[in-house]
């Protein structure tokens, strides 16, 4: 154990380091279970460190094997370099150089942390505290190195050799008799933190291509993946092109290296990493055709991508002060991604599926035990939070702040940070100091965002005055206590604000006459909430309106609105606002389902008709914009259900009620839904591009539908559908919703799936994890079955997010009343836990809401966390999640 699992690590505590490193020189002789590193350091005291103070250099799990300083050979036997760090009690206070020797086993590292081995190839992964795994280091984000990478492998065992940078060299290792060996040395002239290096050997195939930037440089392109699949990464190149370009268009960002390499690998902790010049990704969000591959996954891909690539600007040119800083670079680089994703998508539609994102991932995590600010101030373990809330939240911030100071201001902010900070290591003041300065605002208020944890409560109250002919808004918001942090002050928020008439009329704000409002709020449409309460009056308002909150979800809150039925009905059919329109659909749906819960009277069947009809009109314009139409159709998922209802949760209740909506639905609306099934099932050449996946989309929605309300005839579509289908995203619905039709042929259809693609590992999760999805009581039973299945292990993460990581967020299967869905995903966190700690907390996140359920459930939650808070042997990892959970 490090002596720091202990202690947390505390914002407060940060002092620069005592210590820089100009350059380090590696040497990495690849070999199966003794690679050999050979890492020289030049250092030197930092003139804004502490004189005199000891040299601790960081490792983990290291054997070192020589040392010198300075060409004198230091003396091992002393004891100053462990396992986990090296120290020179008094070192020379002038430029000095160290050279250290370390052996690694590379093929008995199951954390994927550091130097490992992804089939047959070496990979690194270095992001938060890796490189400590390779060689000592000052393994901190704000100590930059200029990196200079010599790598030698047998050519048999690694044809392909790649590092960070420019290839300066490369060539046939002289001295090796009778071996074929070789090397490759890799110099990358931008200084960068220990975090951002790699290193990759092997057989790899590859597609290549080029890119000129807009200052003119020619950037040779590499993706790499296992022989054989070069084809499928065609899509990937396609992106990272659209997205070099897009950068330098939208942001100005362009490409800095002669060299822009991406390596896939089967075996990854998380989505991907930014590595400078040389990004390593999960293969899933590479690999894709459309035999094998989802639209969703055509989406992921495209956005993983650019996310990565987005990060050269944003985390590697400029870089973070310490890992506190981490959402400077997430979040910021999320917002990038999600930017490209609007211009090259439909934004309205993108902004939906982020929302959904956020409120599935950030608010359960945001209203529960694991909450934390986007900036927390404490950690004992840095990888836990790589959580929703710095990526996602953090994002927000950032839109946030673009609607408060306006586009220009925002621009000009970013040039500024660009400017100013390029090749630094900067915090969050600093980036938000450069928008203040553009914007000639005060941002004070602001930075609350980054430093309160918990989902803001957002009240708005309308009251319309025919007489007088004056709408009062009454706007108030609340801060929900959270973990350490009791005391909550209102936050600076942009509300887009639209009024809508009765006739569907949009009425403007600066058409209205109020002394509430300021000309900057009434122009742009969006009122400035900085208090706990606001009242505005509106005057000469010709009639009642339905006040259209929080357009385009201007700000990450929970809003909870005075809006009757009638108001949804009318947002949902003619607001401006698409965003909107979504939200009044999903709103009406939950407050029907939430209000059949608690009255055990029939339900209502006049709001059942509007309801319906509503659906039944959306229906009618579906064709319009089938990916949007695919949204509004969509009902809130059960765990968004749950989350409306917000405590004692009965999640067999939920699932109860939202079914038999489904089937009112599909057999109300059967002759409409059968038409559009028909009309969008006309054979059309496949293409992943978003308007055909829109209405792929669209189409499989209906299917749904049509399922629920007739599931012996939705079996026979489904089954047509499965055949016929050309490509994944048809083939995997139509399988999904075979699932759930109880007595159907699913066994017959899954196991001819799994024929089909047991060969594609990528196919197989998707297999795994429709098995884990279903709300069928043998479920559990079935997952653990799979668990012994020969397509499963432990040790790769992608099979365990796809059969447990699914199972974990089945609402009713791992909530299972009698706790063995609990029980299971306990003694998986446990086993896992022995291999990869980062993957074992990642799926105990699962408990994360196990205070919102019912108490029988709850009890049993609660007894599965303490069963594995009673292991005196569990990992840093599992450790902080479950005593945090349970706190
Ligand atoms: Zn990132």
């Given at each position: 154990m490090r002596a720091d699992?202990?202690?947390?690590?505390?914002?407060?505590?940060?002092?620069?380091?005592?210590?820089?490193?100009?350059?380090?020189?590696?040497?990495?002789?690849?070999?199966?279970?003794?690679?050999?590193?050979?890492s020289r350091l030049s250092i030197r005291p930092n003139p804004k460190g502490r004189?005199?103070?000891?040299?601790?250099?960081?490792?983990?799990?290291?054997?070192p094997v020589a040392v010198t300083l300075d060409d004198a050979a230091l003396d091992l036997s002393t004891g100053f370099a462990t396992a986990d760090r090296l120290t020179i009690e008094t070192p020379p206070q002038r430029p000095f150089v160290l050279i250290v020797e370390t052996r690694l086993d590379p093929t008995a590292n199951t954390k994927l942390m550091?130097?490992?081995?992804?089939?047959?190839?070496?990979?690194?992964?270095?992001?938060?505290?890796?490189?400590?795994?390779?060689?000592?280091?000052?393994?901190?984000?704000?100590?930059?190195?200029?990196?200079?990478?010599?790598?030698?492998?047998?050519?048999?065992?690694?044809?392909?050799?790649?590092?960070?940078?420019?290839?300066?060299?490369?060539?046939?290792?002289?001295?090796?008799?009778?071996?074929?060996?070789?090397?490759?040395?890799?110099?990358?002239?931008?200084?960068?933190?220990?975090?951002?290096?790699?290193?990759?050997?092997?057989?790899?195939?590859?597609?290549?291509?080029?890119?000129?930037?807009?200052?003119?440089?020619?950037?040779?392109?590499?993706?790499?993946?296992?022989?054989?699949?070069?084809?499928?990464?065609?899509?990937?190149?396609?992106?990272?092109?659209?997205?070099?370009?897009?950068?330098?268009?939208?942001f100005g960002r362009a490409y800095d290296l002669d060299v822009f390499n991406i390596v896939a690998v089967s075996d990854f902790n998380m989505g991907a990493m930014e590595n400078k010049g040389l990004n390593v990704?999960?293969?899933?969000?590479?690999?894709?055709?459309?035999?094998?591959?989802?639209?969703?996954?055509?989406?992921?891909?495209?956005?993983?991508?650019?996310?990565?690539?987005?990060?050269?600007?944003?985390?590697?040119?400029?870089?973070?002060?310490?890992?506190?800083?981490?959402?400077?670079?997430?979040?910021?680089?999320?917002?990038?991604?999600?930017?490209?994703?609007?211009?090259?998508?439909?934004?309205?539609?993108?902004?939906?599926?982020?929302?959904?994102?956020?409120?599935?991932r950030q608010f359960p995590e945001d209203g529960g035990p694991l909450a934390h600010s986007v900036r927390p101030v404490v950690y004992r373990e840095i990888n836990n939070f790589y959580t929703a809330t710095i990526y996602e939240k953090g994002a927000e911030i950032i839109r946030m702040l673009q609607l408060l100071i306006g586009s220009d201001a925002f621009a000009t902010g970013m040039t500024l940070y660009f400017d100013q900070y390029d090749g630094t290591a900067a915090t969050i003041e600093q980036f938000i100091g450069c928008f203040a300065e553009t914007s000639g605002r005060d941002l004070t208020q602001f930075m609350r965002w980054y430093e309160q944890a918990g989902t803001p409560v957002?009240?708005?109250?309308?009251?319309?005055?025919?007489?007088?002919?004056?709408?009062?808004?009454?706007?108030?918001?609340?801060?929900?206590?959270?973990?350490?942090?009791?005391?909550?002050?209102?936050?600076?928020?942009?509300?887009?604000?639209?009024?809508?008439?009765?006739?569907?009329?949009?009425?403007?704000?600066?058409?209205?006459?109020?002394?509430?409002?300021?000309?900057?709020?009434?122009a742009a449409g969006t009122i400035e909430l900085t208090t706990a309460e606001r009242r505005i009056v509106l005057h000469d308002v010709p009639g009642p309106v339905s006040p259209s909150w929080l357009r385009g979800f201007s700000a990450p809150v929970r809003l909870i609105s005075s809006l009757t039925e009638q108001d949804r009905l009318t947002l949902l059919a003619h607001d401006s606002d698409g965003f909107n329109r979504w939200e009044a659909a999903q709103t009406l749906v939950s407050h029907y389902i939430l209000d059949g819960l608690t009255s055990d009277e029939a339900p209502d069947e006049e709001r059942l008709a509007a309801l319906l009809s509503a659906f039944s009109a959306v229906l009618n314009g579906a064709l319009v914009d089938p990916a949007f139409?695919?949204?509004?159709?969509?009902?809130?998922?059960?765990?968004?259900?749950?989350?409306?209802?917000?405590?004692?949760?009965?999640?067999?209740a939920i699932h109860?009620?939202?079914?038999?909506?489904?089937?009112?639905?599909?057999?109300?609306?059967?002759?409409?839904?059968?038409?559009?099934?028909?009309?969008?099932?006309?054979?059309?050449?496949?293409?992943?591009?978003?308007?055909?996946?829109?209405?792929?989309?669209?189409?499989?929605?209906?299917?749904?539908?049509?399922?629920?309300?007739?599931?012996?005839?939705?079996a026979r579509l489904c089954a047509a559908q499965f055949d016929t289908a050309d490509n994944m995203t048809d083939r995997m619905a139509a399988l999904g919703i075979m699932t759930l039709i109880p007595g159907s042929k699913q066994d017959g259809l899954l196991a001819r799936f799994y024929a089909m693609f047991e060969r594609d590992a990528l196919v197989v999760d998707k297999w795994l994890a429709v098995h884990a999805v279903s709300p069928d009581p043998t479920t559990l039973d079935r997952v653990r079955s799979l668990m012994r299945h020969p397509a499963f292990s432990l040790s790769n993460p992608n099979r365990v997010y796809s059969l447990i990581g699914s199972f974990a967020s089945n609402p009713t299967q791992f909530n299972r009343a009698d706790g063995r869905g609990y029980d299971l995903v306990?003694?998986?966190?446990?086993?896992?836990?022995?291999?990869?700690?980062?993957?074992?907390?990642?799926?105990?996140?699962?408990?994360?809401?196990?205070?919102?359920?019912?108490?029988?459930?709850?009890d049993r939650a609660e007894a599965a966390l303490r069963w594995i808070a009673a292991r005196n042997t569990l990992s840093a990892d599992v450790r902080d999640i479950v005593d945090r959970s349970l706190a």
């Amino acid at each position: 154990m490090r002596a720091d699992q202990d202690q947390p690590i505390r914002l407060v505590d940060y002092r620069p380091s005592d210590y820089v490193i100009d350059t380090i020189d590696l040497d990495i002789i690849l070999h199966p279970t003794a690679t050999r590193v050979t890492s020289r350091l030049s250092i030197r005291p930092n003139p804004k460190g502490r004189a005199n103070a000891p040299l601790v250099l960081d490792g983990d799990g290291l054997v070192p094997v020589a040392v010198t300083l300075d060409d004198a050979a230091l003396d091992l036997s002393t004891g100053f370099a462990t396992a986990d760090r090296l120290t020179i009690e008094t070192p020379p206070q002038r430029p000095f150089v160290l050279i250290v020797e370390t052996r690694l086993d590379p093929t008995a590292n199951t954390k994927l942390m550091g130097l490992y081995r992804s089939g047959s190839a070496y990979c690194t992964q270095c992001e938060a505290e890796g490189f400590r795994r390779i060689t000592y280091a000052l393994d901190r984000p704000d100590v930059l190195s200029v990196f200079t990478t010599r790598i030698e492998a047998a050519r048999a065992e690694a044809s392909v050799l790649l590092g960070n940078g420019n290839l300066v060299r490369q060539g046939a290792v002289e001295a090796a008799e009778g071996e074929d060996r070789h090397f490759a040395v890799w110099h990358d002239p931008h200084p960068k933190p220990p975090y951002l290096f790699a290193v990759v050997g092997g057989n790899l195939g590859s597609i290549h291509d080029s890119f000129s930037t807009s200052e003119g440089r020619v950037v040779s392109l590499g993706i790499y993946v296992e022989p054989g699949k070069e084809p499928l990464a065609a899509y990937a190149m396609d992106a990272l092109k659209r997205s070099m370009r897009w950068d330098e268009t939208a942001f100005g960002r362009a490409y800095d290296l002669d060299v822009f390499n991406i390596v896939a690998v089967s075996d990854f902790n998380m989505g991907a990493m930014e590595n400078k010049g040389l990004n390593v990704f999960n293969d899933k969000y590479i690999l894709a055709s459309p035999e094998t591959a989802t639209d969703a996954d055509y989406a992921g891909i495209e956005t993983v991508v650019a996310h990565e690539y987005f990060h050269n600007w944003t985390g590697n040119r400029i870089t973070c002060r310490d890992w506190f800083q981490l959402c400077l670079k997430e979040g910021l680089t999320v917002f990038r991604d999600q930017e490209f994703s609007a211009d090259q998508r439909s934004r309205a539609v993108k902004r939906i599926a982020d929302v959904r994102t956020l409120r599935a991932r950030q608010f359960p995590e945001d209203g529960g035990p694991l909450a934390h600010s986007v900036r927390p101030v404490v950690y004992r373990e840095i990888n836990n939070f790589y959580t929703a809330t710095i990526y996602e939240k953090g994002a927000e911030i950032i839109r946030m702040l673009q609607l408060l100071i306006g586009s220009d201001a925002f621009a000009t902010g970013m040039t500024l940070y660009f400017d100013q900070y390029d090749g630094t290591a900067a915090t969050i003041e600093q980036f938000i100091g450069c928008f203040a300065e553009t914007s000639g605002r005060d941002l004070t208020q602001f930075m609350r965002w980054y430093e309160q944890a918990g989902t803001p409560v957002v009240t708005a109250t309308h009251g319309y005055d025919a007489s007088a002919k004056t709408l009062t808004l009454d706007i108030a918001q609340r801060t929900p206590e959270t973990p350490g942090q009791s005391e909550k002050s209102p936050l600076v928020m942009p509300l887009a604000l639209g009024l809508v008439g009765a006739e569907g009329d949009a009425i403007p704000l600066d058409a209205v006459r109020s002394d509430d409002l300021t000309e900057a709020e009434r122009a742009a449409g969006t009122i400035e909430l900085t208090t706990a309460e606001r009242r505005i009056v509106l005057h000469d308002v010709p009639g009642p309106v339905s006040p259209s909150w929080l357009r385009g979800f201007s700000a990450p809150v929970r809003l909870i609105s005075s809006l009757t039925e009638q108001d949804r009905l009318t947002l949902l059919a003619h607001d401006s606002d698409g965003f909107n329109r979504w939200e009044a659909a999903q709103t009406l749906v939950s407050h029907y389902i939430l209000d059949g819960l608690t009255s055990d009277e029939a339900p209502d069947e006049e709001r059942l008709a509007a309801l319906l009809s509503a659906f039944s009109a959306v229906l009618n314009g579906a064709l319009v914009d089938p990916a949007f139409t695919a949204q509004v159709l969509n009902l809130p998922s059960e765990a968004d259900l749950a989350r409306d209802v917000g405590r004692d949760v009965d999640p067999d209740a939920i699932h109860r009620r939202r079914e038999e909506l489904r089937g009112d639905i599909g057999q109300t609306l059967r002759t409409p839904l059968l038409d559009l099934y028909d009309t969008l099932s006309k054979p059309v050449a496949y293409s992943p591009d978003a308007s055909s996946a829109g209405r792929r989309a669209l189409r499989n929605v209906v299917l749904g539908y049509l399922a629920a309300g007739d599931p012996m005839d939705g079996a026979r579509l489904c089954a047509a559908q499965f055949d016929t289908a050309d490509n994944m995203t048809d083939r995997m619905a139509a399988l999904g919703i075979m699932t759930l039709i109880p007595g159907s042929k699913q066994d017959g259809l899954l196991a001819r799936f799994y024929a089909m693609f047991e060969r594609d590992a990528l196919v197989v999760d998707k297999w795994l994890a429709v098995h884990a999805v279903s709300p069928d009581p043998t479920t559990l039973d079935r997952v653990r079955s799979l668990m012994r299945h020969p397509a499963f292990s432990l040790s790769n993460p992608n099979r365990v997010y796809s059969l447990i990581g699914s199972f974990a967020s089945n609402p009713t299967q791992f909530n299972r009343a009698d706790g063995r869905g609990y029980d299971l995903v306990a003694e998986v966190v446990l086993a896992v836990d022995a291999i990869n700690p980062q993957v074992a907390a990642r799926v105990l996140n699962a408990f994360r809401s196990w205070r919102m359920m019912e108490s029988g459930r709850r009890d049993r939650a609660e007894a599965a966390l303490r069963w594995i808070a009673a292991r005196n042997t569990l990992s840093a990892d599992v450790r902080d999640i479950v005593d945090r959970s349970l706190a």
